[in-house]
C-alpha cells in the first residue's frame, strides 16, 4: 500500500529526465540540477527511517465515564489530555525551489555558499580616566587654606584696628502690613499722619468717644514719636539711635522718643473684624494720594494702582518738608550723600553716624532748629566720652544775617545770643551764603562762599525753614491759602464735612484776629490735634489758640515765644540789671604803627548779663500782639497766662502792668540749679529686711 505512492512518483521523475533532455538539446548548455546534484546536494528522502501515518489523526473513543476516581497512582508526568506531539513526521513536502542554487552557482560556482567574512579586530582597550578626584582634593584644601589665612589677616587688622567696625547700610523701608489687600475696608475715624497734630487728636477721640476706632496711615516706617529731640539729646548718646527703643538721657533720667509702645497697636486684619472699640492700629510705609471728601473715601497707594478707604471722620495731619537749598537738591549724588535736612528718623540715623566719623561739620542756617542742632552738637565735643587720638570735631555755622534767629528776634540780640554759641566751640559765620557746593579732590565737601572764600567740610545740615505738604489738595479739590500756604479751614478745623486738617499744613481762621493763622511748631501742632479730635467726635471747640514755640540751650538761653512774632516788627525790651555799669579794663600796649589791642566787649561781663533775662513785647498798630519770654524761669502756665493777656489787647502803654502781672521785677539774675534745691533724704546706713 505504501509503495503505490513512491512508484507513481518514480515514473513522473523518469518523464521529467525525459523532457529535460530534450531540452537540453534544443536550447543548450542547461544544467539539471533536479537530478544531477553531485555528493554535496544529494537528496534524501524524508520519510527515510520512519514510519509514515496519516495526519492528523482521529481522537479515540473517549471511554466510559465512571463516577470513581483511579485507585492506582498517576504517573509522574500524567497527560490525561493527550497534548504531547508524537513522534511523527508530516507528509513529504514539494521540492525545494532551485532559484537559490541558480544564484549559488553563478556567484560562487557550484554547489558553494558565499564565505562567512573574519570578524573584525577587537578595539583597543580605553585608557584609564584621569584622577580628577584627587585635583579636586588638592583644590579643595588650598581653597580652605586660603580661606583661614584670609580670615587671619583679617582678625590681625582687627586687632590692629582695636575694634570691629562693621559696614553699616540705612535700614530698608518696610511697609506694614505688607499687602494692601491686609488693609481695611472701612474705619471709623482715619487719621492720616503721626506727628503731633494725629497723636493729639487720637488722644483726644479716645477721651470723648470710649468706644471710638481709630486707624493711622504714616509714610514713615515708624510708630509715632517726638520730633523735638533730634536736634538736642540724641545727639549725647555714646550709640547710634536705636529704632526699637529710640532712647534718650534728659536731666539725668532715661526717655524714648516714641508717644506709643508696638503692643498698643492691634493687627490691621484684627482690627477690622473688632466690630467695637476701643481699637487703635497704624499701617506705616504707606501714603494717602488723595481724599474723596464727597463719598468719604481715602485712596492709598500701592503697586497697581489705588486701594479706597471708607472713613467716617477723617483728619489730615501732613505737617511739613524740609526746605532745600538748590544748589544741593539738583547737585550730583556724591554731594547730595554729605547733605542733611534732618527731619525723619531716618535721616537722624543716617546723620549721627556720618557726624561721628567726620572731622569737620558745617550748619546752614540760624533759625531755632539750627542753633539747637549747633549749640548741642558743640556740647557733644565736651560731653560725650572720645578715644584719645580722636580730635573734637569741627563745627561752623552760617546764616545771612547779623544774629541768629533774625526772623524772629532784634540784631542786637541775635548777636547777644550768638556768644552762646561760639562759646561751646562752633565758628559763626555771620551775613554770609553759599554760593555752591561741588566735591574736592579729597573726595570731601567744598563749599563756595558769598564773602569770597571757600570752605572744605565734612557733612552739611541745611537748616532753612519748612514748607507745607499740600501735594494731596489738588487731586483731592481741597483750597490752599495763597499766602500763608497750607489748607484753607475754619475755626473747627474743618476743610470739608467731616474732613479736618491740623498741625503745620492748616491755615486756620482765627475769630480773635480775624485773619488767617498758619504755625509751624510742636507746641500749636499738639494743640490743634485736640481740637480737631474733639470736633471729631461732636465736641464742636473754636480754635482761637496763639502761636507758641520755645528755643532751648540747656541754660544758656530759654527762650518762650508767645503770640505773633517778627524781627520787621516794632519792639519794647525790659531787661534785668544783673551787673553794675562798669567799663572793662583797657590795658594799653605799646605795637608798632601806633595800633592797640583792645579786649572784646563781647566777651566782658558786662556785655554777657546785658540781656541776661527780660521780656520783649511785639507791636502792631501800638497793640501788643506777641511776647518773648528771655530767659525767664519756668513756670507751668505762663502759655496760659500770656495768651489771656494778648487777647485782652493791650497797648504799648501797660507794658510797665504787663511785666508785672507776668512777675518780671521779683525776677532774679541767678537761681541756683535743681541739684542744689533738691533736698538730701536720710541716709540709711543699717536697714533689715
Not at 73 to 99: H, M
Not at 328 to 335: G, I, L, R, T
Not at 435 to 458: C, H, I, K, Q
Not at 535 to 549: D, K, L, Q, R, S
Amino acid at each position: 500500500m505504501l509503495s503505490i505512492p513512491f512508484r507513481c512518483c518514480y515514473h513522473m521523475r523518469s518523464l521529467n529526465q525525459g523532457v529535460l533532455s530534450l531540452g537540453y538539446n534544443s536550447i543548450g548548455s542547461f544544467r539539471n540540477y533536479s537530478k544531477d546534484k553531485g555528493k554535496c546536494c544529494s537528496e534524501v528522502p524524508q520519510a527515510e527511517g520512519k514510519r509514515v501515518e496519516p495526519w492528523p489523526k482521529s481522537d479515540p473513543p473517549p471511554p466510559a465515564w465512571r463516577c470513581e476516581c483511579p485507585r492506582e497512582p498517576q504517573p509522574p508526568n500524567y497527560d490525561p489530555y493527550r497534548i504531547k506531539v508524537p513522534d511523527v513526521v508530516v507528509p513529504p513536502l514539494p521540492p525545494s525551489n532551485a532559484k537559490p542554487m541558480l544564484e549559488c552557482a553563478k556567484t560562487k560556482g557550484p554547489c558553494s555558499v558565499r564565505p562567512v567574512a573574519d570578524p573584525p579586530p577587537c578595539p583597543p582597550p580605553p585608557p584609564p580616566p584621569f584622577p580628577w578626584i584627587y585635583v579636586w582634593i588638592l583644590g579643595s584644601f588650598f581653597s580652605l587654606m586660603g580661606i583661614l589665612y584670609k580670615i587671619y589677616l583679617y582678625k590681625e587688622m582687627q586687632e590692629k584696628l582695636g575694634e570691629n567696625v562693621p559696614i553699616w547700610r540705612p535700614r530698608r523701608k518696610i511697609k506694614r502690613p505688607f499687602h494692601c489687600k491686609d488693609l481695611p475696608a472701612c474705619v471709623q475715624y482715619l487719621i492720616v499722619g503721626t506727628g503731633a497734630a494725629g497723636w493729639a487728636a487720637y488722644k483726644a477721640i479716645m477721651e470723648h468717644d470710649k468706644t471710638a476706632k481709630v486707624f493711622f496711615i504714616t509714610k514713615e516706617d515708624c510708630l509715632p514719636y517726638q520730633r523735638p529731640p533730634m536736634s538736642k539729646h540724641m545727639w549725647w548718646n555714646v550709640d547710634p539711635p536705636d529704632i526699637f527703643k529710640l532712647n534718650y538721657v534728659e536731666k539725668g533720667k532715661r526717655h524714648t522718643m516714641y508717644l506709643a509702645e508696638c503692643l498698643s497697636f492691634l493687627d490691621p486684619i484684627k482690627f477690622y473684624r473688632k466690630k467695637v472699640g476701643p481699637a487703635v492700629s497704624i499701617a506705616t510705609g504707606w501714603c494717602v494720594l488723595r481724599v474723596d471728601a464727597d463719598d468719604h473715601v481715602a485712596y492709598v497707594k500701592t503697586l497697581c494702582g489705588e486701594q479706597p478707604i471708607y472713613y467716617e471722620r477723617c483728619l489730615l495731619a501732613l505737617g511739613s518738608k524740609p526746605r532745600n537749598l538748590s544748589i544741593f537738591k539738583y547737585a550730583p549724588k556724591a554731594v547730595r550723600e554729605r547733605v542733611c535736612t534732618l527731619r525723619t528718623i531716618r535721616d537722624l540715623e543716617i546723620a549721627f553716624r556720618k557726624v561721628k566719623k567726620s572731622k569737620h561739620v558745617t550748619i546752614i542756617g540760624a533759625g531755632p532748629l539750627g542753633c539747637e542742632l549747633a549749640w548741642h552738637l558743640g556740647r557733644m565735643n565736651k560731653v560725650v566720652e572720645r578715644a584719645e587720638h580722636e580730635e573734637p570735631i569741627q563745627l561752623v555755622q552760617i546764616y545771612k544775617d547779623r544774629g541768629i534767629l533774625g526772623a524772629i528776634i532784634p540784631e542786637y540780640l541775635g548777636e547777644w545770643a550768638a556768644e552762646k554759641i561760639r562759646a561751646e566751640g562752633v565758628t559763626c559765620m555771620r551775613q554770609t551764603q553759599v554760593y555752591d557746593a561741588f566735591e574736592s579732590a579729597d573726595g570731601r565737601l567744598e563749599l563756595t562762599l558769598s564773602n569770597g572764600s571757600s570752605l572744605v567740610t565734612d557733612y552739611v545740615f541745611v537748616c532753612v525753614g519748612a514748607d507745607p505738604r499740600t501735594e494731596m489738595a489738588e487731586p483731592s479739590y481741597l483750597e490752599t491759602d495763597p499766602v500763608n500756604g497750607g489748607f484753607l479751614v475754619n475755626t473747627e478745623m474743618e476743610a470739608r464735612t467731616h474732613l479736618y486738617v491740623a498741625g503745620d499744613a492748616a491755615s486756620i481762621y482765627s475769630q480773635w484776629k480775624d485773619t488767617r493763622l498758619r504755625m509751624e511748631h510742636y507746641g500749636p501742632a499738639t494743640d490743634q490735634g485736640h481740637i480737631a479730635g474733639c470736633n471729631m467726635t461732636g465736641y464742636w471747640t473754636a480754635c482761637n489758640v496763639e502761636p507758641y514755640f520755645r528755643v532751648s540751650l540747656e541754660g544758656s538761653l530759654d527762650m518762650e515765644v508767645v503770640g505773633e512774632v517778627g524781627a520787621c516788627m516794632p519792639t519794647v525790651g525790659v531787661f534785668k540789671p544783673c551787673s553794675d555799669e562798669s567799663k572793662p579794663q583797657v590795658e594799653a600796649k605799646s605795637v608798632s604803627n601806633d595800633v592797640c589791642d583792645r579786649p572784646c566787649y563781647k566777651k566782658s561781663d558786662e556785655y554777657q548779663s546785658r540781656y541776661k533775662r527780660g521780656l520783649l513785647f511785639y507791636l502792631r498798630d501800638e497793640t501788643i500782639v506777641g511776647i518773648v519770654f528771655w530767659n525767664m524761669p519756668p513756670m507751668e502756665d505762663r502759655k496760659d497766662v500770656a495768651t489771656e493777656i494778648l487777647r485782652a489787647r493791650p497797648t504799648y502803654k501797660e507794658i510797665n502792668m504787663i511785666s508785672e502781672l507776668l512777675g518780671f521785677p521779683e525776677t532774679q539774675c541767678e537761681y541756683k540749679p535743681e541739684e542744689a534745691l533738691r533736698e538730701v533724704g536720710p541716709c540709711i546706713k543699717k536697714f533689715v529686711f
